[in-house]
């Protein structure tokens, strides 16, 4: 078991992955997934199980106010590991790790999508 929340260890489709990210959309994993294979890294993507619904508050109905409520579809989302065991996301994102294909380093607006194009700045503590 994990001592902090850095090191999630899980079981996808039968292989031991370190967690990258959970509830992942289909547009988050077609980000990801190469950046994350083009760093030699062992890439396992499954299904999230849906999210467990709280049943509602029983009360007191006549059977004639009963009306069947339409089902929501719960949106499908996906949880991400990587095979290698060493691997801390939030390590190779803030000790400059990770590059992208072009050769720039990953920076944290990068990862978290906030820019198109990762921009190797100097970091905080060469300045």
Not at 37 to 52: D, G, H
Not at 55 to 61: H, I, K, Q, S, T
Not at 83 to 98: H, I
Request: charged residues 20%; negative net charge; aromatic residues 8%.
């Amino acid at each position: 078991m994990a001592i902090n929340s850095n090191h999630l260890l899980e079981e996808l489709d039968g292989v031991r992955c370190i967690i990258v990210e959970k509830n992942l959309t289909a547009e988050r994993v077609a980000f990801l997934k190469p950046l994350l294979e083009y760093n030699t890294l062992k890439v396992v993507v499954v299904a999230s199980p849906p999210p467990k619904v709280a049943a509602p508050a029983a009360a007191p109905v006549a059977e004639a106010e009963i009306v069947a409520a339409p089902a929501v579809q719960a949106p499908e989302t996906f949880t991400m590991g990587v095979t290698n065991m060493l691997f801390n996301p939030v390590n190779a994102v803030f000790g400059r790790l990770l590059r992208t294909a072009d050769g720039h380093v990953v920076t944290p607006a990068y990862w978290h999508q906030e820019e198109a194009v990762s921009h190797d700045e100097i970091p905080y503590y060469e300045r």
